[in-house]
């Protein structure tokens, strides 16, 4: 089985170190060394294809700069890279979402998938006019993705829901082909309109058990809609040739940090709705009640999997940690839980993005994991100035 390997755009600025900001916390916090400019986001999006990775995710919240307007712009620099667009359903109509679509789609055919994020910050949510409560924007999520759907199958829609009524509504062409629909979200609510509307079910990187459950829950719940779901799991990474040079860099990840920053930034995910970042959180917890979290190694919640990313980022907050062949074996595992699709990031995101390309992807193609026949790049990990056999 091949899998399908997606890196990620950093719209808020990159650095050698992590950036904290993300889902639950203020506009404004996440920040980097490194300017989210087209130019510097175009060098990721350029490598990321030319090792044969599928899209790059661009996320979407008030702490990066809009997924829409970067992608487009960061397409016209690239041939191939797909762009997976975080949107919010809820600061958006779903004609207007349907025609952005089919005008991306026009203008780069192929290459605008589509990640729905329902929005689990309150407060984020109303800074954007937006009160509706956790359960009523699930249900308007599901409205949205029914008028969408209708509307890229070329149907003139009227449609009168609780949350949302349009009348009459078209658009001028139908998105070809028509672009996948990734969606996550791990709360009762998120899982039906998972089921109903997802080609691709996203997780973030839990344990391989707890993402097991997960994969059971959603394909249960897609068989009684009489649908079938691919799974992706969402994952930072450090792959260097050796374990303990691996290891080594997470320490040095860990070694920005305090116990005032590692407290600030949990003090506002605790404010989160969102049941993902609660699991995300609990993974830290005990470590940042006893202080242990300045031990890379303590935080290593199974092995290879690591979650010091969450200690004051957002969202995913895991990574894989290890040698090529180890971060590999760690992929080889999710793919064998039935993960067919692997969102990864690592910081700074362009040399991280080299590190696997280069070594991880390698071990993958060798193993039959993953086909990529289009790379331009090298991906041996020889010395190119020694001749080969000696």
């Given at each position: ?6 890196w990620?755009l950093p ?5 050698r170190?992590i ?12 920040s980097?060394d490194?300017?989210?400019s ?9 490598a990321?294809?030319d ?8 996320p979407?919240g008030?702490w990066c700069?809009d997924?829409?307007?970067?992608t487009?712009?960061v397409?016209?620099e690239?041939e191939r890279?797909?762009f997976l667009?975080?949107?919010?359903p ?7 979402a349907?025609q952005?679509?089919?005008t ?5 055919p192929?290459r605008?998938?589509l ?5 689990g910050e309150?407060?984020?949510q109303r800074?954007?006019?937006d009160?509706?409560?956790k ?6 999520t599901d409205d ?5 759907r209708r509307l890229w199958?070329?149907e003139t829609v009227t449609?009168?829901?609780?949350h ?7 658009i001028?062409?139908?998105?070809s082909?028509?672009?996948p629909?990734y ?5 009762p609510e998120?899982g ?5 509307h ?9 344990p391989?058990?707890a993402?097991?459950?997960?994969i059971?829950?959603i394909r249960?719940?897609?068989e009684?809609q ?5 799974f992706?799991i969402?994952l930072?990474v450090i792959a260097?040739d050796?374990?303990e040079?691996?290891w080594a860099?997470a320490g040095?990840l ?6 005032d920053?590692?407290a600030?930034?949990q003090?506002g995910?605790g404010?989160?709705e969102?049941t993902g970042?609660a699991a995300?959180?609990?993974?830290h917890e ?5 202080g242990?979290w ?5 935080l290593?919640v ?6 010091g ?5 957002g ?5 894989l ?7 590999a074996d760690?992929?080889?595992?999710y793919?064998a839980?039935g993960i067919d699709?692997?969102v ?5 995101h362009?040399?991280?993005l080299?590190w696997f ?12 994991l993953?086909d ?16 080969a056999?000696?």
């Amino acid at each position: 089985m091949s899998v399908k390997l997606h890196w990620f755009l950093p719209t808020y600025g990159d650095s050698r170190f992590i950036v904290g900001g993300g889902h639950g916390l203020p506009a404004g916090i996440a920040s980097g060394d490194r300017d989210a400019s087209i130019g510097y986001l175009s060098s990721i999006a350029r490598a990321a294809e030319d090792f044969g990775f599928t899209a790059a995710l661009t996320p979407a919240g008030a702490w990066c700069q809009d997924a829409w307007l970067t992608t487009a712009m960061v397409a016209r620099e690239t041939e191939r890279l797909g762009f997976l667009v975080a949107f919010r359903p809820g600061l958006i109509s779903p004609t207007l979402a349907a025609q952005m679509t089919s005008t991306f789609a026009k203008h780069a055919p192929g290459r605008i998938l589509l990640n729905v994020v329902t929005g689990g910050e309150p407060v984020e949510q109303r800074s954007y006019g937006d009160y509706l409560d956790k359960a009523a924007r699930y249900a308007r999520t599901d409205d949205f993705l029914s008028i969408v759907r209708r509307l890229w199958d070329g149907e003139t829609v009227t449609y009168r829901g609780e949350h949302i009524t349009v009348e009459d509504a078209t658009i001028p062409s139908r998105p070809s082909p028509v672009p996948p629909i990734y969606f996550g979200g791990s709360s009762p609510e998120a899982g039906p309109v998972a089921a109903r509307h997802s080609d691709v079910y996203l997780t973030w990187g839990e344990p391989p058990a707890a993402v097991a459950t997960k994969i059971d829950w959603i394909r249960s719940l897609a068989e009684q809609q009489g649908r079938t779901v691919r799974f992706g799991i969402r994952l930072h990474v450090i792959a260097r040739d050796t374990s303990e040079q691996a290891w080594a860099e997470a320490g040095r990840l860990l070694s920005a940090l305090d116990e005032d920053t590692v407290a600030s930034v949990q003090s506002g995910l605790g404010r989160s709705e969102s049941t993902g970042q609660a699991a995300m959180r609990a993974l830290h917890e005990s470590h940042r009640a006893d202080g242990s979290w300045t031990d890379p190694r303590s935080l290593e919640v199974y092995p290879g999997l690591w979650s010091g990313v969450g200690l004051v980022r957002g969202g995913a907050g895991t990574a894989l940690v290890g040698s090529h062949a180890e971060v590999a074996d760690l992929i080889a595992e999710y793919t064998a839980l039935g993960i067919d699709e692997f969102v990864l990031s690592g910081y700074p995101h362009l040399e991280e993005l080299y590190w696997f390309g280069e070594g991880v992807v390698p071990e993958l193609t060798r193993r039959g994991l993953f086909d990529n026949p289009r790379s331009s790049l090298s991906t041996t990990t020889g010395n190119p100035f020694v001749p080969a056999g000696r």
